[in-house]
């Protein structure tokens, strides 16, 4: 790709420069219709890079993920907007299709911040959220790899770190939402089981934005039956399907030995009454279930 042969440096002197006068043009940009908001390591952006194909979906400007209503709060409504299309590229995507344009992103975190749904219920009214969902023990799996990989973890053994994890999120949660700048890596990084108790997110949400504004994807059946699960998607959105789409597993993340037995035994037991409520979101029981 023509990106990574930039220099990193020269890409973030580009990026400033295009967000600068993003926020300079800023009252004539669109917000966002539709937010992906995780799971973390569930399919995430596989879906973002399906939709964004579709002629009448407008995705960022920059990258998937702006992460303004968990970690960029503070930065404001103005620095979001120049994330996105112009509102001359949104209404030239509508004379194409015939069709409202729908602007997106893609930020995994914002279902766990424990202040980013009230902050986008109430700064983008009426916004739609998509949540995938997927074997917790599977994800929490894959999520450790993910941060080895990245430099983000230092604990390389996985039934160690979710041994540490309690201690590692004591009290955070408390410490997030009482204090708007708090920020803290162990929750956005090393937070393996909880992220996987995915009803203890879902139940919050809906309530701030409406269950009828809220889709739950079994990411199984997305990779398994992709059109079907993109139908529905499309469904939820009010679009039509129009042309082709090309669907792919990204950002997949092997471990090198498979989990121990009893420890993967461990894990499932540990899921079992989470994702026996997590049946009422997806309207049957979970695909890793069945």
Not at 181 to 206: I, N
Not at 216 to 233: I, Q, T, Y
Request: one cysteine or more; aromatic letters at 12%.
């Amino acid at each position: 790709m023509i990106r990574e042969r930039v220099p990193t440096p020269v890409r973030a002197v580009v990026g400033r420069s295009s967000r600068t006068l993003g926020r300079l043009t800023a009252a004539s940009r669109i917000l966002p219709g539709l937010l992906i908001c995780g799971g973390q390591r569930c399919g995430t952006t596989s879906l973002y890079r399906a939709l964004s194909q579709h002629p009448a979906m407008l995705k960022p400007v920059f990258h998937k993920g702006v992460h303004y209503f968990d970690t960029g709060y503070r930065r404001g409504l103005s620095w979001y907007r120049a994330h996105f299309p112009t509102k001359a590229a949104a209404q030239r995507a509508a004379d194409h299709t015939g069709l409202v344009p729908v602007g997106f992103e893609s930020s995994p975190y914002y279902l766990y911040h424990p202040l980013a749904a009230p902050r986008f219920a109430r700064d983008l009214p009426g916004v739609k959220v998509i949540v995938l969902v997927r074997d917790p023990v599977e994800r929490a799996w894959s999520h450790h790899a993910h941060e080895i990989a990245r430099e983000f973890e230092d604990i390389d053994d996985f039934e160690t770190a979710i041994g540490a994890e309690p201690d590692r999120l004591f009290g955070v949660e408390e410490r997030l939402r009482a204090d708007a700048d708090h920020y803290s890596f162990d929750h956005q990084h090393h937070a393996y089981l909880a992220r996987g108790r995915y009803t203890d997110y879902l139940e919050p949400l809906a309530d701030q934005v409406g269950r009828d504004r809220l889709l739950v994807l079994d990411s199984g059946e997305f990779f398994s039956r992709p059109e079907d699960a993109f139908e529905r998607v499309l469904r939820f959105l009010g679009l039509p399907w129009i042309g082709e789409f090309a669907f792919s597993r990204h950002n997949a993340r092997g471990r090198p030995s498979p989990m121990p037995d009893a420890l993967r035994r461990r894990l499932t037991d540990h899921f079992e009454p989470y994702d026996a409520r997590l049946a009422d979101w997806l309207g049957g029981t979970p695909s890793w279930r069945r």
